[in-house]
């Protein structure tokens, strides 16, 4: 058998066609970054040659190349001679193929080398970006976890209500410590030029908060802050700190931005306590699916509101945490009413405070997880983003709707912003990547 795939020419056939292939794709590849070509092109052609292959052995097995052309094997008589001009051309054609593989191989090799190292990195991190890492927690009594976290989040959702700043979602910055080492490794990682780094220390109803802003590439202070408050003055201090660090980092606030960063917290100590509590057990939940955490979110809430009825932030952020439960089965919880009581919330908040993106949010979920109602939720999604551009939760809800609207390219791109904005996200990187 192999004597007479020899005397056919068919291994030759078989290493010139391998060595085209991988010639053209090795092509494709360099071509697809000048040209803004995904990666999938070089994917798919790789398959379509590999699907191609038995038909060219089969073809080579049973054509044969005459000065008259292609003829059926059985059909010509080539002599010896013909057979080895055959092989010749073949071997030369494989060598020239092979020729032009390696120096496309070569090229690609030391283009690569020669590029800076950090080349990526530098064009793709921005000036005005920035990463709340966990906030450092000081007090004697180590049951403040929920308010020091509570803390760098309502931070960061000031920084993120800045549109001229990417903000790294905190489900990314969760992963580190609240003071490493290598900042310029963390800031290459999340792709942001600054870090903000902050501990929080509350000991009876005094709280003092230390923040302090980081060139992730010099690894030098830009900005520190220390705030002595009270805790029924203490809500305000996420406000000042976003101002602050949007003045050093240069980005220009617009009257509406400016007037967002007032708090969005109550004036009732007892409420806000009751809301941050709530929301390290939705957090818990919402990170490891836990609908024990996320029933356990909304009573707490629901007291909040009892201490402050104009309590439009923890109305939406009840919203939420029903839509998803119900989302997830309930957890021994009737889906339906979970469905009705998500919704009336979400109108609560919006009536409540029209232009607070969390409200948004909430109406879209309610739309989105509870109704099914997509171009609802398309619509919440998108009046949350004009007021907070930067929110990667926001984005992928948008690029999940949009897929199950059948919209896949908008979805990747909803999903690739996400992902920019929460780049160690797995689940979200699992998602985008199931998509291309």
Known sequence: MLAELKHRNVLRAAVLYIGAMWAL??????????????????RWFVIACVIGFPFWITFAWFYEFTPQGFRRENQVTVDAPQRHTNARKLDFAIIGVLVVAVVLL????????????????????????????????????????????????????????????????????????????????????????TILEGSVQKAGDQVLINVQLIDTGTNGHIRAEAYTRTLTNVFGVEGDVAEKVATALK??????????????????????????????????????????????????????????????????RLSYVQSELAWFGGGGLDVPQLIIDARYNAGQALQLAPNLPAAQLAVGY???????????????????????????????????????????????????????????????????????
């Not at 794709?25 to 070089?42: C, E, K, M, N």
């Not at 800076?116 to 530098?122: F, G, I, K, S, Y």
């Not at 509101?305 to 104009?310: F, V, W």
Request: aromatic content about 8%.
């Open 25 to 42: 794709a090795q092509g494709i590849a360099q071509l697809s970054g000048p040209f803004g070509l995904p990666d999938a092109v070089t």
């Open 366 to 436: 309610s739309d989105y997880w509870g109704r099914g109602a997509y171009a609802g939720a398309l619509k919440a999604f998108a009046t949350a983003l004009a007021l907070r551009p930067n929110d990667a939760d926001t984005l992928a809800a948008q690029g999940f709707v949009q897929r199950r609207q059948g919209s896949f390219g908008a979805a990747i791109a909803s999903l690739q912003q996400a992902t920019t904005l929460d780049p160690r996200n797995s689940s979200l990187a699992f998602e985008l990547a199931a998509r291309t």
């Open 106 to 193: 070569a090229s690609g090799y030391f283009v690569r080398r020669d590029a800076p190292a950090n080349a990526a990195v530098l064009i793709s991190i921005p000036a005005k970006s920035i990463a709340v890492l966990p906030f450092q927690n000081l007090s004697n009594d180590k049951d403040n976890e929920y308010f020091v976290a509570g803390m760098q989040d309502l931070i960061l959702t000031k920084l993120a209500d800045i549109g001229g700043l990417k903000v790294i979602a905190r489900t990314s910055t969760a992963k580190y410590a609240s003071h490493p080492g290598d900042l310029k490794t963390i800031g290459e990682q999340l792709g942001v030029a």
């Open 251 to 316: 980005a220009k606030l617009s009257p509406a931005e400016s007037a967002r960063l007032a708090s969005d917290m109550s004036t009732n100590w007892e409420a806000n306590n009751l809301f941050l509590r709530a929301e390290q057990q939705a957090n818990l939940g919402n990170v490891n699916y836990d609908t024990a955490s996320m029933k356990a979110a909304i009573p707490l809430y629901q007291q909040a509101i009892h201490h402050t009825p104009n309590f439009s932030l923890a109305y939406a």
